[in-house]
């Protein structure tokens, strides 16, 4: 079954400070992709950026980048120049298959924090 | 573009009561999902529709939890009857058909159950 890991609770960085958020993964499917989505206080889920399984460069999104390491199952999220905006949630998921519905699995999230 | 639309926003009832949420997914998306939210915790699909057709309820708790979607749009969950943990922030997703990834949610409902 596939599972995402998220092992940092909580970050706290420095206001135009760059900031690295974890993210493994695990699963026995060659075609997925992964996804990190922003959730602010209010609630809503924002999609930030997504990497496919076949993807050879990684994704970037503005100050977002993900670091796509296949053979280690990891996607971190990169900020870079972080702002007083990013302080929200972020959960990393995966998207199973299309064949297998292509739902999403989420991470239990990090909460960032970011100082003035 | 208008967003994905949830009602209520918030929800507060008692143990064994009925409660209902709606979503109105953005136009022309054909998937729609429902995520469960618990605090602290990532979101869990409960159910996904592709027009009016189920696609995967497996984690969709059949004894309590119903959900519909006709004519392919709007999408209504509902609980019958209610427990303690099922406080939670249900939230709605939908997706264009075709599209390899982006799912754009909605704002939630945030459901206490007394």
């Known amino acids: 079954a596939q599972k995402i890991t998220q092992t940092q609770p909580g970050m706290f960085v420095q206001e135009k400070e760059a900031v690295t958020l974890d993210c493994t993964y695990d699963?026995?499917?060659?075609?997925?992709?992964l996804f990190w989505y922003k959730q602010p206080s209010s609630g809503e889920m924002i999609f930030l950026i997504y990497?496919?399984?076949?993807?050879?460069q990684n994704a970037t999104e503005g100050r977002y980048s993900l670091n796509f390491q296949k053979a280690r199952k990891s996607a971190n999220l990169v900020i870079s120049a972080s702002q007083l905006g990013d302080s929200a949630m972020y959960f990393c998921?995966?998207?199973?298959?299309?064949?297998?519905?292509?739902?999403?699995?989420f991470g239990q999230g990090t909460e960032l924090s970011v100082k003035p | 573009e208008a967003g994905v639309a949830q009602s209520p926003r918030y929800k507060i009832i008692e143990k064994r009561q009925s409660v209902a949420f709606w979503c109105n997914p953005i136009?022309?998306?054909?998937?729609l999902y429902w995520y469960q939210q618990i605090l602290g915790q990532g979101p869990k699909l409960l159910i996904q529709?592709?027009?009016?057709?189920?696609?995967?309820d497996s984690q969709l708790p059949k004894d309590r939890f119903s959900a519909e979607r006709l004519k392919g749009v709007d999408s209504t969950l509902k609980i019958q009857p209610a427990k303690l943990e099922d406080s939670a922030v249900y939230l709605c997703?939908?997706?264009?058909?075709?599209?390899?990834?982006?799912?754009?949610f909605g704002p939630g409902t945030r459901l206490t159950v007394t």
């Open positions: 529709f592709q027009n009016n057709g189920v696609v995967d």
């Open positions: 990497q496919g399984s076949y993807d050879e």
């Open positions: 136009s022309g998306h054909a998937t």
């Open positions: 998921a995966m998207r199973e298959p299309w064949n297998q519905g292509g739902k999403l699995i």
């Open positions: 699963t026995s499917d060659q075609s997925y992709g």
């Open positions: 997703a939908s997706s264009f058909q075709g599209r390899s990834y982006e799912q754009y």
